[in-house]
């Protein structure tokens, strides 16, 4: 709710907004227009709605079931895998016209960040990786004099290592070790994810992609400068507000 509303204050309205107005005029902008917006959807794109949130189900599903099925498949194999097969399937029963595809915003949107995953994503990996040791070390050191301060080494660890499972992976077994409460760091837990913090994660060029006002393009928040990016402030104040809660909600089921 915190984030939704910090959200909600940032920019203009696009009636508002210059440079909204400016692709406007030069037809950047995908606008429906009244009589498209009215259009009734059509059975085949229900099915295809269909389609989709059952490969969502199958997914989930092998991986809840997963120690009672015996498959040894991870779930980004799971994804792809059902994902390509969700994706036949719905050409073959919903009539998907396969040249409009790549003409779609999210495909596009898609491509963009394939793009960063492989090129920026991937280098920064690369360099982080070569010195999670180092990574280790510090946060470790920071817990030992500091272990109220757990939810700021997951924070920043975080922002480094672009995951949440690895920064959990790699803090969670210290704080344990140096006694740190169970329930702090259940409160803190929330704060691994701060993986937007810079404007290179992959979800983050995705959504940048797909939006095509350009509400986001004047300096403020074009990520000019690595960090002022749209997600930046809604995602700090809403740890923030975050960590807090998480300490309340702890205490209650601990």
Same mark, same amino acid.
């Given at each position: ?5 910090? /959200? ?19 037809? +950047? ?11 009734? $959807? ?23 079931? *997963?120690?009672?099925?015996? &498959? ?9 895998? /059902?994902? =390509? ?18 003409? $779609? ?22 360099? @982080?990786?070569? &010195?999670?040791?180092?990574? *280790? ?5 920071? +817990? ?33 070790? =140096? ?6 760091? +259940? ?12 404007? @290179?994660?992959? $979800? ?8 095509? $006002? ?14 002022? &990016? ?25």
């Amino acid at each position: 709710m915190v984030t939704a509303i910090i /959200s909600s204050m940032q920019g203009v309205d696009l009636d508002k907004a210059p440079i909204f107005q400016k692709r406007l005029k030069e037809g +950047l902008v995908s606008m429906k227009t009244k009589k498209e917006a009215e259009k009734p $959807t059509t059975c085949k794109a229900k099915v295809s709605v269909a389609i989709f949130l059952l490969a969502v189900v199958f997914i989930v599903a092998l991986l809840l079931f *997963k120690p009672y099925i015996g &498959h040894t498949l991870g779930s980004r194999d799971i994804i792809i895998i /059902s994902m =390509l097969m969700a994706g036949l399937v719905m050409y073959w029963f919903c009539d998907i016209s396969l040249d409009r595809i790549k003409n $779609t915003p999210i495909f596009g949107g898609g491509m963009e960040s394939l793009v960063v995953v492989l090129g920026i994503v991937w280098m920064s990996s690369t360099i @982080i990786g070569a &010195h999670i040791p180092e990574i *280790k070390t510090q946060a470790t050191a920071l +817990l030992e004099q500091y272990p109220a301060l757990l939810a700021v080494a997951f924070f920043c660890v975080s922002a480094l290592l672009f995951s949440q499972g690895a920064t959990a992976a790699l803090l969670v077994p210290v704080a344990a070790s =140096l006694g740190v409460d169970v329930s702090t760091i +259940l409160a803190s837990f929330v704060a691994c994810s701060a993986l937007y913090i810079t404007n @290179i994660y992959p $979800t983050t060029a995705f959504a940048i992609a797909c939006e095509d $006002t350009g509400s986001f393009m004047d300096r403020k928040w074009n990520g000019s400068w690595v960090i002022n &990016h749209p997600f930046f402030l809604p995602g700090i104040v809403g740890l923030v507000a975050a960590v807090p809660f998480g300490f309340l909600i702890s205490k209650m089921v601990l």
